[in-house]
């Protein structure tokens, strides 16, 4: 069994178990790598930027309508360290060892992990709450992704960029009660992890998720324009 199929075999593990590792054959050796598993809340706000003849905001209709969405963001990810690759250089090919090892680790997710979405909306209304009668459930995912740290030591600081696709269902009296948003796009996350143990890490962030404008009003494939009148950017902090 290849090194990206052990992957995968123990991401959907630990999703039942926790964190934990697994063994690999490299170089007729066995090699213990990592899987790193994190599930957080998260805040969603369906708003962008607005603009008019004298004047630049933030928000649109979906945002007066409801401030902010709740969800859960997800994050599944092998870490292969330098060390690691020095022990047995055979898992990772030759034209890129050195640069792991000069990088210190490298985060790798096989591609069919984008089956599983980074974001969960789970968002139902709150009854006798003024404005937060709106619901909207759905996910995004990330198709494909590629990350650089700024900074590893004593904290790590990381930036991503992604292909994404979402699928949420929004019921809201601004669209008028269904509305079902199907759109790709990309997402610019920023990141701080600040490790408790050597097991343990926690981390925080933003990030920005740019997709084809949907219209609010009109059919699903109509055009639409980067506005106040469209969905196309949902903004997200997360733990």
């Given at each position: 069994?290849?090194?990206q199929w052990r992957v995968l075999a123990a991401c959907f593990?630990?999703?039942?178990?926790?964190?934990?590792?697994?063994?690999?054959?490299?170089?007729?050796?066995?090699?213990?790598?990592?899987?790193?598993?994190?599930?957080?809340?998260?805040?969603?706000?369906?708003?962008?930027?607005?603009?008019?003849?004298?004047?630049?905001?933030?928000?649109?209709?979906?945002?007066?309508?409801?401030?902010?969405?709740?969800?859960?963001?997800?994050?599944?990810?092998?870490?292969?360290?330098?060390?690691?690759?020095?022990?047995?250089?055979?898992?990772?090919?030759?034209?890129?060892?050195?640069?792991?090892?000069?990088?210190?680790?490298?985060?790798?997710?096989?591609?069919?992990?984008?089956?599983?979405?980074?974001?969960?909306?789970?968002?139902?209304?709150?009854?006798?709450?003024?404005?937060?009668?709106?619901?909207?459930?759905?996910?995004?995912?990330?198709?494909?992704?590629?990350?650089?740290?700024?900074?590893?030591?004593?904290?790590?600081?990381?930036?991503?960029?992604?292909?994404?696709?979402?699928?949420?269902?929004?019921?809201?009296?601004?669209?008028?009660?269904?509305?079902?948003?199907?759109?790709?796009?990309?997402?610019?996350?920023?990141?701080?992890?600040?490790?408790?143990?050597?097991?343990?890490?926690?981390?925080?962030?933003?990030?920005?998720?740019?997709?084809?404008?949907?219209?609010?009003?009109?059919?699903?494939?109509?055009?639409?324009?980067?506005?106040?009148?469209?969905?196309?950017?949902?903004?997200?902090?997360?733990?």
């Open positions: 069994m290849n090194l593990a630990a999703l039942l178990v926790g964190t934990w590792s697994f063994e690999a054959q490299a170089q007729r050796n066995t090699a213990q790598i990592p899987v790193q598993v994190g599930v957080g809340p998260s805040g969603s706000l369906f708003a962008g930027p607005t603009f008019s003849e004298d004047s630049v905001g933030w928000g649109g209709r979906l945002a007066e309508d409801r401030v902010l969405h709740t969800g859960l963001r997800l994050s599944l990810t092998a870490v292969i360290q330098a060390e690691l690759v020095r022990r047995h250089p055979g898992l990772v090919p030759r034209q890129y060892r050195q640069q792991v090892i000069n990088s210190g680790e490298v985060r790798y997710a096989p591609g069919i992990v984008a089956l599983i979405p980074d974001t969960i909306y789970i968002s139902p209304p709150i009854p006798g709450v003024d404005g937060w009668d709106s619901q909207a459930y759905g996910a995004t995912w990330s198709l494909m992704a590629l990350g650089l740290p700024f900074i590893t030591n004593p904290f790590r600081v990381s930036a991503r960029g992604a292909l994404i696709a979402s699928a949420i269902y929004i019921n809201s009296e601004t669209v008028g009660g269904h509305y079902f948003f199907l759109r790709p796009g990309a997402e610019l996350k920023l990141e701080v992890e600040i490790p408790l143990t050597n097991e343990l890490l926690v981390s925080f962030g933003w990030a920005s998720m740019f997709h084809v404008p949907q219209s609010l009003d009109e059919s699903f494939v109509s055009p639409a324009g980067f506005d106040e009148n469209s969905l196309w950017h949902i903004g997200q902090f997360f733990f």
